[in-house]
C-alpha cells in the first residue's frame, strides 16, 4: 500500500496535422513526438499502442461502454507515453533502477489484493485504458517514482514535498525536449503533460477501486 501512495501521489502532480518539424525547419515525416534530436514515438508507435488497447476493450464485456468512455484515445496515449518517458528520464538523472523482479512481484501483490491477474487487468483496462501488455511498464515507471522519492527524501504526503517532487518531473521534462506533433497538441513542460489529454488514469487515480488498492500511473 505504501508504494501504491507514492505512485498516486506522482500522478497526482502530473494532473495538476501537420508534419512536426525541426528546428531547422526540416520535416519529420511520420513523428507523433520528436525527443531531443534523435528519439522519436513515430504515429506507426502510437496506432500500434492504441490498437493494443481497442483490442482489449473489443474482448470486454463491457466493450461498448469502455469506448464510449475512452475519449481521445491517440491524445490520451500519447500523452501516457511521454509522461512514462518523463518520469524514465528522471530516475536516469537521479540513478534510480528497478530490477525485473522487484516489478512482477508488485504486480502479483496487487493482482493478489483485487482477486487475481484476470481482474488486475479489467481494472486497469476498464478504468484507465491501459492493456495487459502495458501493466509491466507502468509498475516499472511507478517503482521508478517510488524510487525518486527514497533517493531525494522527500516526502510526498507534503505540499513542499509534491513540489520537489514536481520540479524533479519538470527538469526531466525540460531535459527531453519534447516537441509534439500539431495534430495531438501542444506538450506543457510545466504540467508535464499534453495540453488536449484528458487521461483517466490520471485524473481519477486518487480514488481506490472495491478491493482497496488504488491503481498507479
Keep these: 500500500m505504501r508504494r501504491t501512495a507514492l505512485a498516486v501521489t506522482a500522478a497526482a502532480f502530473i494532473a495538476a496535422v501537420p508534419l512536426l518539424s525541426s528546428c531547422s525547419g526540416e520535416p519529420r515525416a511520420g513523428a507523433a513526438a520528436v525527443l531531443g534530436d534523435d528519439e522519436r514515438i513515430t504515429v506507426a508507435q502510437l496506432q500500434n499502442r492504441v490498437a493494443d488497447v481497442r483490442e ?3 474482448a470486454s464485456p463491457q466493450a461498448d461502454e469502455m469506448i464510449d468512455q475512452s475519449g481521445d484515445l491517440s491524445v490520451d496515449t500519447l500523452n501516457s507515453m511521454l509522461q512514462g518517458r518523463v518520469i524514465e528520464q528522471a530516475a536516469e538523472n537521479h540513478g534510480v533502477t528497478v530490477p ?3 516489478v512482477q512481484s508488485t504486480r502479483r501483490d496487487e493482482a493478489d489484493a483485487v482477486g487475481g491477474e484476470k481482474q488486475l487487468q479489467a481494472m486497469y483496462l476498464q478504468q484507465y485504458s491501459i492493456p495487459p501488455q502495458g501493466l509491466d511498464t507502468h509498475y516499472k515507471q511507478q517503482l521508478m517514482v517510488q524510487g525518486l522519492v527514497e533517493e531525494l527524501g ?7 514535498g509534491q513540489a520537489r517532487l514536481g520540479g524533479v518531473l519538470v527538469e ?5 525536449g519534447i516537441d509534439v506533433s500539431p495534430r495531438f497538441g501542444e506538450w506543457d513542460d510545466e504540467q508535464v503533460r499534453l495540453g488536449r489529454a484528458e ?4 485524473k481519477q487515480v486518487s480514488a481506490a477501486p472495491e478491493g482497496g488498492v488504488a491503481p498507479q500511473q
Excluded: Y
Design 56 to 58: 482489449a476493450q473489443n
Design 100 to 102: 525485473r523482479g522487484e
Design 154 to 160: 522527500i516526502d510526498p504526503q507534503t505540499q513542499e
Design 172 to 176: 526531466a521534462s525540460e531535459d527531453l
Design 199 to 202: 487521461t483517466p488514469w490520471i
